[in-house]
């Protein structure tokens, strides 16, 4: 435990841009907001809630622009993630479709109490226009679809979105997580394949072995940065250390992974992967639910989403095994 201890404090203290990290809550980003005047209002009230004091700072109100037929947006709008327009049932929807025009992508918002809530399966791409029905702008009925979906527009800026716009962190802190895990995956995967090429893998299977560990547990180090960054805390690598038990135990995990590996030759190369993309779904959600709650999972919540999220990562594991083979 010693020496990966000291792997992660090197990483910690040599591997981390915190200036970059600070670069990301710093980058810029619109919303448009138009439709019924009474919607817009409470949807900006509900995206700017949350903030210390109920103190709405600055820069977090002029993410939020409310545009009209009659007052035409102006200026560039290089920085526009979105729009949504906000109606009712039998609303006119020219406006949405005037947002479009602009090529960026409109989410129109039709709040109907007596409907079942429904909507795009897809977040929609730049000059498109998805729409989606709730029963009312809660946070419960637009976590489903319509924040995803949101900061999925808001993709390489999301750690600005959650960091300026509380009610998404979590929603952000979920993307980051998935897309840590993808690159863990695929670190897993590159390391188990150096190992099983012949005469390659004798001469490089034992350095793969140990720098995917440093490797994958800087992705998580990053991560937990990036999520810490989003819940409006300023990024320091010191203050990692208060977070090493969500952390620590993916040591376990990738020492378990190399054994399945042995054993089980071929099919042991998804295994391993699975254990990567699992360890730091594990830590993205651990550090997610310290900073909502305050406090750290116990290890039966963290198990179970391990377990929950092992089978589809083996899933993902042998897909891009059998697309390297087809190559």
């Given at each position: 435990m010693a020496a990966t201890a000291r792997d992660l404090f090197k990483i910690v203290r040599k591997g981390i841009d915190v200036r970059g990290i600070d670069a990301h809550v710093r980058k810029p980003f619109r919303f448009l907001l138009a439709g019924d005047p009474d919607l817009v209002a409470e949807l900006r009230a509900l995206l700017l809630a949350g903030h210390p004091g109920d103190a709405i700072p600055f820069d977090a109100a002029a993410t939020l622009e409310t545009v009209s037929p009659s007052a035409p947006l102006l200026?560039?709008?290089?920085?526009?993630?979105?729009?949504?327009?906000?109606?009712?049932?039998?609303?006119?929807?020219?406006?949405?479709?005037?947002?479009?025009?602009?090529?960026?992508?409109?989410?129109?918002?039709?709040?109907?109490?007596?409907?079942?809530?429904?909507?795009?399966?897809?977040?929609?791409?730049?000059?498109?226009?998805?729409?989606?029905?709730?029963?009312?702008?809660?946070?419960?009925?637009?976590?489903?679809?319509?924040?995803?979906?949101?900061?999925?527009?808001?993709?390489g800026v999301e750690i600005a979105v959650g960091r300026r716009?509380?009610?998404?962190?979590?929603?952000?802190?979920?993307?980051?997580?998935?897309?840590?895990?993808?690159?863990?995956?695929?670190?897993?995967?590159?390391?188990?394949?150096?190992?099983?090429?012949?005469?390659?893998?004798?001469?490089?299977?034992?350095?793969?072995?140990?720098?995917?560990?440093?490797?994958?547990?800087?992705?998580?180090?990053?991560?937990?940065?990036?999520?810490?960054?989003?819940?409006?805390r300023d990024p320091d690598a010191r203050g990692v250390w208060q977070l090493l038990p969500v952390i620590g135990g993916g040591f376990g995990w990738r020492t378990l992974a190399r054994e399945l590996v042995g054993f089980v030759p071929v099919a042991g190369i998804p295994i391993k992967g699975a254990i990567a993309y699992a360890g730091t779904i594990v830590v993205g959600e651990g550090v997610t639910f310290y900073f909502e709650h305050g406090r750290h999972m116990t290890k039966d919540h963290a198990a179970h989403i391990y377990e929950r999220t092992k089978a589809d990562a083996a899933r993902l594991a042998r897909d891009a095994i059998a697309k390297l083979r087809f190559r």
């Open positions: 200026g560039a709008t290089g920085d526009v993630r979105a729009a949504l327009f906000l109606t009712r049932p039998g609303g006119d929807t020219a406006v949405a479709a005037a947002l479009a025009t602009l090529k960026i992508p409109v989410l129109t918002i039709v709040v109907d109490p007596g409907a079942p809530p429904s909507g795009a399966s897809e977040a929609p791409k730049g000059g498109t226009v998805a729409t989606y029905t709730v029963a009312d702008l809660s946070r419960g009925a637009l976590r489903p679809r319509i924040f995803p979906h949101l900061v999925e527009c808001a993709r716009l509380p009610v998404l962190r979590e929603t952000v802190a979920v993307r980051l997580t998935r897309h840590a895990a993808g690159n863990a995956l695929k670190v897993a995967l590159a390391s188990a394949v150096v190992d099983h090429v012949p005469v390659v893998g004798l001469v490089l299977g034992a350095f793969a072995s140990a720098g995917d560990m440093v490797a994958i547990t800087g992705i998580q180090v990053m991560l937990m940065l990036h999520i810490e960054a989003a819940y409006g």
